[in-house]
């Protein structure tokens, strides 16, 4: 679901649900152990809602980093 949210092209008035869904992200990936993730979406948090280039940057960075962990976890599910 994040990363459906993220394949839009974000806009300056989806600052708020960018930074949301950051927030979610970091809970999830703590959880998960995914420390690259979580440092990304805690750092996206700390952008300043009005920063639309720095928040669309940091939504980048969060599609990279999740494509990069489905990836893993997929062939990490065809090796069991």
């Keep these: 679901m994040a990363s459906i949210q993220l ?3 974000i806009q300056p008035e989806d600052s708020e649900m ?3 869904l950051s927030h979610k992200l970091y809970g999830m990936s703590t959880s998960a152990g995914f420390i690259t993730l979580a440092e ?3 750092e ?3 952008v300043d809602v009005a920063d639309y280039l720095s928040l669309k940057a940091g939504a980048e960075n969060l599609k990279r980093e999740i494509k990069l962990l489905i990836s893993i976890l997929i062939n990490y599910s065809q090796e069991e």
């Design 7 to 9: 394949t839009k092209n």
């Design 18 to 20: 960018v930074l949301s």
């Design 40 to 42: 990304v979406s805690r």
């Design 44 to 46: 996206l948090q700390k």
